[in-house]
């Protein structure tokens, strides 16, 4: 098995152990941690710039809020990493979408990771004037997309990643450019005029959907269920320790003419219409995945419970 010759064990002791059981050290160490920091954003050659502060508490349990720095206002808030709150200049555009890069802070399950990906550890760096060690992620099969990560030595959290396609080109850039550990006042954990997401959306939990999708590649589960009472939209968030996908299905006025593919750097939409019972359905797969998977997904969905498993 890998090992990894310079780990942190509460510092910076030198040791060797199992790389799986150093990236979990590193998630219970960046679960913990409060700090305050400045990143970019790159997807496409398309620049953002972002500030984020957080706080955790001794219970385990934590509050983030994020600033986006250029552009029309974007603010919100996290609290044990489900968006509770925000403010957007555009309130009509869809939450935790491909425009939202506060993501991959969070994005890592090191606990799932074995089934869809290699790790690999390839090397030690700085990022924002902090030592990190450098895990390359490559996927086992054609549905996921490799990853590089720069973990911070002293507190596990992701100083940077990099996306890459399946050619190596470059899709999606996080990275840090300041980033201080430390305690969080309250006031910098304040957003004025935060909107609550859950009532704002009028979310609900629905664990029957009356859809299935008869294939998801394997190692994604199923990690949330939602509908949507406005709007008739139904939705299931697929995970597998890196990468995620949503499926969402739309009644409709009426139905669409063809498949539709829309796709900007590693966010990739598939969308494609459906009729039962002389009603119409909208069927739409959204997600950091390759478009052929996305596509398949897609093709797999059927509007009644009776889906057959992943095969």
């Given at each position: 098995?890998?090992?990894l010759?310079?780990?942190?064990?509460?510092?910076?002791?030198?040791?060797?152990?199992?790389?799986?059981q150093?990236?979990?050290?590193?998630?219970?160490?960046?679960?913990?941690?409060?700090?305050?920091?400045?990143?970019?954003?790159?997807?496409?050659?398309v620049?953002?710039?972002?500030?984020?502060?957080?706080?955790?508490?001794?219970?385990?349990?934590?509050?983030?809020?994020?600033?986006?720095?250029?552009?029309?206002?974007?603010?919100?808030?996290?609290?044990?990493?489900?968006?509770?709150c925000?403010?957007?200049?555009?309130?009509?555009?869809?939450?935790?979408?491909?425009?939202?890069?506060?993501?991959?802070?969070?994005?890592l399950d090191?606990?799932?990771?074995?089934?869809?990906?290699?790790?690999?550890?390839?090397?030690?760096?700085?990022?924002?004037?902090?030592?990190?060690?450098?895990?390359?992620?490559?996927?086992?099969?054609?549905?996921?997309?490799?990853?590089?990560?720069?973990?911070?030595l002293d507190?596990?959290?992701?100083?940077?990643?990099?996306?890459?396609?399946?050619?190596?080109?470059?899709?999606?850039?996080?990275?840090?450019?300041?980033?201080?550990v430390?305690?969080?006042?309250?006031?910098?954990?304040?957003?004025?005029?935060?909107?609550?997401?859950?009532?704002?959306?009028?979310?609900?939990?629905?664990?029957?959907?009356?859809?299935?999708?008869?294939?998801?590649?394997?190692?994604?589960?199923?990690?949330?269920?939602?509908?949507?009472?406005?709007?008739?939209?139904?939705?299931?968030?697929?995970?597998?320790?890196?990468?995620?996908?949503?499926?969402?299905?739309?009644?409709t006025?009426?139905?669409?003419?063809?498949?539709?593919?829309?796709?900007?750097?590693?966010?990739?939409?598939?969308?494609?219409?459906m009729e039962?019972?002389?009603?119409?359905?909208?069927?739409?797969?959204?997600?950091?995945i390759?478009?052929?998977?996305?596509?398949?997904?897609?093709?797999?969905?059927?509007?009644?419970?009776?889906?057959?498993?992943?095969?």
């Amino acid at each position: 098995m890998i090992t990894l010759a310079v780990l942190l064990v509460g510092g910076r002791a030198v040791s060797a152990q199992p790389l799986g059981q150093q990236l979990l050290l590193w998630q219970q160490l960046q679960e913990r941690a409060s700090y305050h920091g400045s990143f970019v954003y790159e997807r496409k050659g398309v620049f953002s710039t972002h500030e984020v502060w957080r706080q955790a508490a001794a219970d385990g349990n934590y509050r983030e809020r994020f600033l986006r720095l250029n552009g029309s206002r974007l603010e919100a808030l996290r609290h044990n990493g489900q968006l509770a709150c925000m403010v957007h200049a555009r309130p009509g555009a869809l939450l935790g979408g491909p425009a939202e890069p506060a993501l991959p802070l969070n994005r890592l399950d090191l606990e799932r990771l074995e089934t869809g990906y290699h790790t690999e550890h390839i090397g030690r760096g700085r990022v924002a004037a902090r030592e990190a060690a450098i895990l390359l992620f490559t996927p086992r099969d054609i549905h996921r997309y490799p990853l590089e990560v720069h973990f911070d030595l002293d507190t596990g959290v992701v100083l940077k990643s990099l996306l890459l396609n399946e050619e190596g080109e470059l899709l999606e850039r996080f990275q840090f450019v300041s980033f201080t550990v430390g305690e969080q006042p309250d006031d910098a954990l304040q957003v004025e005029g935060c909107q609550s997401v859950l009532a704002g959306a009028r979310l609900k939990d629905a664990p029957a959907l009356g859809w299935q999708a008869a294939w998801v590649p394997d190692g994604f589960v199923p990690v949330t269920e939602r509908l949507q009472e406005q709007g008739g939209t139904s939705s299931r968030l697929f995970f597998d320790g890196l990468a995620h996908f949503s499926i969402f299905v739309t009644q409709t006025e009426r139905g669409a003419m063809d498949l539709e593919h829309r796709q900007l750097g590693p966010t990739v939409v598939i969308s494609r219409p459906m009729e039962q019972d002389a009603l119409h359905y909208m069927v739409t797969v959204l997600g950091e995945i390759p478009p052929a998977t996305a596509q398949r997904i897609a093709l797999s969905v059927s509007l009644d419970d009776h889906g057959s498993k992943d095969d």
